[in-house]
T-cell receptor
Framework: DADVTQTPRNRITKTGKRIMLECSQT?????MYWYRQDPGLGLRLIYY???????NKGEISDGYSVSRQAQAKFSLSLESAIPNQTALYFC????????????FGPGTRLTVL | RKEVEQDPGPFNVPEGATVAFNCTYS??????FFWYRQDCRKEPKLLMS???SGNEDGRFTAQLNRASQYISLLIRDSKLSDSATYLC??????????FGTGTKLQVIP
């Protein structure tokens, strides 16, 4: 079984809809991250969490919110989806911030019409 | 200037060739450096960390030049399976990790 899983893997939705992307991990890591990837822009950090009680904004948090329900679960919500949120979304975990490997989930391809 | 810059490529090389990628970073206080590999529509996976003394893993060699603020990745004896996008990743401090946009490699039979 994969260590980091994401659901759904693909989603098509309409402008204005609320969407939740879910991430679960079995690695036992405290740190979890949400990124989006767009062609030519690379991976950009949306939110990150050091533990259940610690949530931090990344560089592009506007229009998104997150919930850390447990050490193993970190959800990303789009309260009112807009077309420029069409992207590939990745969840990742790490044991320590920037001196250790980040382990990525398989990604969610989101299309907002 | 972008924090982490890479030539997007594509680099088209024949099997067996040697190819090198560079990545420049703007923050001189950066502390950790990595190369990730990303296959089309897949998640990034760590290829190797980059240490000050340089490091090698089979056909792959990574080097760090702090004075000029760049890291490099050398791939020897390229295989078709090396075709992918290679992401440069730089850690600049507490919880700050920046990804480059990637360099695409296509190994041709």
């Amino acid at each position: 079984d994969a260590d980091v899983t994401q659901t759904p893997r693909n989603r098509i939705t309409k402008t204005g809809k609320r969407i939740m992307l879910e991430c679960s991990q079995t690695k036992g890591h405290d740190r979890m991250y949400w990124y989006r990837q767009d062609p030519g822009l690379g991976l950009r950090l949306i939110y990150y969490s050091f533990d259940v009680k610690d949530i931090n904004k990344g560089e592009i948090s506007d229009g998104y919110s997150v919930s850390r329900q447990a050490q193993a679960k970190f959800s990303l919500s789009l309260e009112s989806a807009i077309p420029n949120q069409t992207a590939l979304y990745f969840c990742a975990t790490s044991e320590r911030p920037d001196t250790d490997t980040q382990y990525f989930g398989p990604g969610t391809r989101l299309t907002v019409l | 200037r972008k924090e982490v810059e890479q030539d997007p490529g594509p680099f088209n090389v024949p099997e067996g060739a040697t190819v090198a990628f560079n990545c420049t970073y703007s923050n001189s206080a950066s502390q950790s450096f990595f190369w990730y590999r990303q296959d089309c529509r897949k998640e990034p996976k760590l290829l190797m960390s980059v240490y000050s003394s340089g490091n090698e893993d089979g056909r792959f060699t990574a080097q760090l030049n702090r004075a000029s603020q760049y890291i490099s990745l050398l791939i020897r004896d390229s295989k078709l399976s090396d075709s992918a996008t290679y992401l440069c990743v730089v850690g600049g401090g507490y919880q700050k990790v920046t990804f480059g946009t990637g360099t695409k490699l296509q190994v041709i039979p």
